[in-house]
């Protein structure tokens, strides 16, 4: 038999579980080694947007945004 402490709902629990037939079984597996070539990547820049054109957008009235009002959900 193993003991086992259980937490639920931040209440602890001791509890005593039986392992019914066969017996336990320990395998073991040899690890696996392999070597990986290393590469260099290079990530190429972004390119800049270029402007064309356009239309101004302008605020219907000056100011600055400092809260917003709003819930999640």
Do not use: C, H, W
């Not at 086992?4 to 629990?13: A, L, P, Q, T």
């Not at 190429?44 to 000056?62: D, F, H, Q, S």
């Amino acid at each position: 038999m193993r003991n086992f402490k259980v937490y639920i709902d931040g209440k602890e629990y001791e509890v005593a579980v039986e392992e019914v037939g066969g017996v336990a079984s320990s395998e073991s597996v040899a690890p696996v080694v392999q070597e990986v070539k290393k590469t260099d990547v290079k990530a190429e820049a972004p390119k800049k947007a270029t402007v064309t054109g356009g239309n101004l957008v302008k605020a219907p009235m000056p100011g600055m945004v400092k809260e917003f009002k709003v819930a999640e959900g």
